[in-house]
């Protein structure tokens, strides 16, 4: 497989932005730290112009201009402002530095571990690099062969297609290439045995669920029209993809997109319909960071969290579930709940580290990330739960989250629900 090419520059710019901001971060912390100490902790604070970093958050989350952090007064106050000044004009001096080394560098192959780095770093800060136009933020897109498909070459891949097409929705912090672990790759695995035609999609994890899940419906409405009537559409989701997936089918149904009639099955692998424990175990140490004026400058590291993963908290999949919402307060289950897909046949595989048998474990550690209630849509409030239907659900035991992409068992089953029809057993 040829990579296509990228260039160096393009990457070093968006590294050399993010240290910009980093510093730009860090001195924040610092003189938060610095102020709650002259000040013991707040107790020789008794100004009203003085906010918490939690009321700036709110503040911009409401679209409004953030009130002040604390800052130190005299020189203390003077040398931090320089550090922010002098950085401000690095980071210009830097983009145009950049923009003129761009033009002589040369191109060269992506690379796998270039790949994975960059989505990483996608779903921690996806959000951000978005916001600030960084070059490292990753468009969505369909990709085959380890490349992006434009408009024309997608017309032509489905030219070729046959009439059977399997999209495949990796999930936070990966990409289309990571569909392949450990020799196996369930697109080309499900090509070779029923001979239908894997697209992959690549997509900015640390956007909102929405976000993306709007970005794919607009995407699959593209992909339909390059298609025939008799093509029929299924979705193949791991973890996040599975609550993008969804939300694409919510976006498509309100905007009477066409590509719904063609979906025939939506397999889940993995997917926190109700949230992952892990990241409501980081909203907890937010709280516990924000309790302490000692502690309250380092509730920004808390925060270094993109929308994408706190979406994951309890499975928000539509604007709602977080518009006018602070992402990072302990207000609980606010999600406007969306049912799975009509006229679809849907399927859920979860997976659990401990025992061969269903037990405790599976209500805490499930697959390491997700428990086994959560991805099977299972919720001690009725109006919740997604009613798979129990033929259509499958657990594994003894693997974890990333087992589900190349585990023998798990192929094993996805083969079976892909040939599985509608009233057998």
């Known amino acids: 497989m040829t990579h296509p090419l990228v260039k160096h520059a393009s990457d070093i710019l968006g590294a050399g932005r993010l240290a910009v901001d980093a510093v730009a971060g860090v001195s924040e912390i610092s003189e938060g730290l610095h102020h709650a100490i002259i000040n013991l902790g707040g107790v020789l604070t008794s100004s009203p112009?003085?906010?918490?970093?939690?009321?700036?958050?709110?503040?911009?989350?409401?679209?409004?201009?953030?009130?002040?952090?604390?800052?130190?007064?005299?020189?203390?106050g003077l040398v931090y402002d320089s550090v922010r000044g002098v950085n401000g004009l690095v980071g210009l001096g830097l983009d145009a530095l950049i923009r003129q080394l761009t033009r002589s560098v040369d191109e060269r192959p992506e690379s796998l571990a270039r790949n994975a780095l960059v989505s990483a770093l996608n779903g921690v800060l996806g959000d951000h690099l978005q916001t600030k136009q960084n070059p490292l933020a990753i468009t969505m897109s369909f990709r085959s062969e380890g490349r992006s498909l434009s408009e024309d070459e997608l017309a032509g891949f489905m030219a070729k297609a046959n009439d059977r097409v399997a999209v495949f929705v990796h999930g936070l912090c990966m990409n289309d290439e990571q569909w392949l672990r450990r020799g196996h790759d369930h697109g080309q695995a499900l090509a070779r045995d029923l001979g239908l035609t894997p697209l992959y999609l690549k997509y900015n994890t640390g956007l909102h669920i929405s976000e993306n899940g709007r970005q794919l419906a607009a995407l699959l409405q593209g992909l339909v029209s390059h298609s025939s009537e008799s093509t029929e559409l299924y979705i193949i989701a791991h973890s996040m993809g599975g609550l993008v997936s969804r939300s694409a089918c919510h976006y498509a149904m309100n905007n009477a997109c066409d590509w719904p009639s063609r979906l025939q099955k939506m397999i889940c692998?993995?997917?926190?319909?109700?949230?992952?424990?892990?990241?409501?175990?980081?909203?907890?140490?937010?709280?516990?960071?924000?309790?302490?004026?000692?502690?309250?400058?380092?509730?920004?590291?808390?925060?270094?969290?993109?929308?994408?993963?706190?979406?994951?908290?309890?499975?928000?999949?539509?604007?709602?579930?977080?518009?006018?919402?602070?992402?990072?307060?302990?207000?609980?289950?606010?999600?406007?709940?969306?049912?799975?897909?009509?006229?679809?046949?849907?399927?859920?595989?979860?997976?659990?580290?401990?025992?061969?048998?269903e037990n405790i474990?599976?209500?805490?550690?499930?697959?390491?990330?997700?428990?086994?209630?959560?991805?099977?849509?299972?919720?001690?409030?009725?109006?919740?739960?997604?009613?798979?239907?129990?033929?259509?659900?499958?657990?594994?035991?003894?693997?974890?989250?990333?087992?589900?992409?190349?585990?023998?068992?798990?192929?094993?089953?996805l083969l079976a629900f892909m040939r599985h029809r509608e009233g057998e057993e």
């Open 269 to 357: 692998l993995g997917t926190p319909h109700h949230g992952a424990m892990l990241e409501r175990g980081g909203n907890w140490l937010d709280l516990i960071l924000d309790s302490n004026p000692y502690s309250s400058p380092f509730a920004r590291l808390a925060r270094l969290r993109s929308s994408g993963i706190t979406d994951l908290r309890y499975g928000n999949i539509v604007d709602e579930d977080w518009n006018n919402v602070d992402r990072f307060a302990m207000v609980g289950d606010q999600r406007h709940m969306q049912r799975l897909p009509i006229d679809v046949l849907n399927y859920a595989i979860a997976a659990s580290t401990v025992g061969r048998e």
């Open 49 to 76: 112009q003085q906010y918490s970093l939690q009321d700036s958050a709110q503040a911009i989350i409401k679209g409004q201009n953030p009130k002040p952090l604390p800052r130190t007064q005299g020189i203390t």
């Open 361 to 413: 474990g599976d209500s805490f550690l499930g697959d390491g990330l997700v428990a086994v209630d959560s991805a099977l849509g299972h919720h001690v409030d009725p109006r919740f739960n997604l009613d798979y239907p129990a033929g259509n659900c499958w657990v594994g035991r003894g693997i974890n989250h990333m087992d589900l992409l190349n585990d023998a068992e798990v192929y094993r089953v």
